[in-house]
């Protein structure tokens, strides 16, 4: 499925459920699988209009700094580190980038209000889920920000459906009723 896909980011949380984080060489996959704390929870917010990854890609620059790419590192081994350790504090510096949000945010219109009003109101942070343009918050359980989420996004032009996700524990499952 990664050499279909040619992303084990995509295919290795779908088919093993929970908190997936891989690499692959052309060749091999090699994956560590943790649980997802139930103290997390995850809302998506979809915008009605689209965005092409052609587009999204193309505006992200040819090169990068050294010092943008160690950031950028240094968010990923955090955010990793967070979540097997249940140190979710650090979820809303883990979650900065400098890689492709900074250049995709001019084509997704509120992406920045709506983050910083989900900082605002408590949750650990946000981002741009893949090229976009869906974002997606991490919360803490029992922080309910889903009516100042609902607020912020009818200020602005375009309308945004805003949902809770269920965590997939198991991935994917195979029976008889799916053959």
């Not at 917010?45 to 620059?61: H, N, Q, Y």
Request: aromatic share 8%; hydrophobic share 40%.
């Amino acid at each position: 499925a990664v050499k279909l896909e040619g992303h084990p980011d995509n295919v290795a949380p779908a088919l093993l459920g929970d908190f997936v984080v891989g690499a692959f060489d052309g060749e091999r996959l090699e994956y560590v699988r943790a649980d997802v704390s139930d103290k997390l929870e995850f809302i998506v917010l979809i915008p009605d209009f689209s965005l092409s990854t052609k587009e999204a890609r193309g505006v992200l620059p040819e090169n990068y700094t050294r010092k943008e790419v160690v950031f950028n590192i240094s968010r990923a081994a955090l955010l990793t580190a967070s979540m097997i350790s249940g140190n979710f504090d650090a979820l809303s510096l883990a979650v900065q980038d400098r890689i492709h949000q900074p250049y995709r945010k001019k084509l997704i219109p509120g992406m920045e209000e709506i983050l910083s009003a989900a900082e605002n109101s408590g949750a650990y942070g946000g981002y741009l889920s893949g090229a976009g343009p869906t974002l997606m918050i991490v919360n803490k359980k029992g922080n309910d920000i889903i009516e100042k989420l609902e607020e912020t996004t009818s200020k602005l032009d375009n309308f945004w459906l805003i949902k809770k996700l269920d965590i997939e524990k198991n991935g994917l499952t195979v029976t008889e009723e799916n053959l």
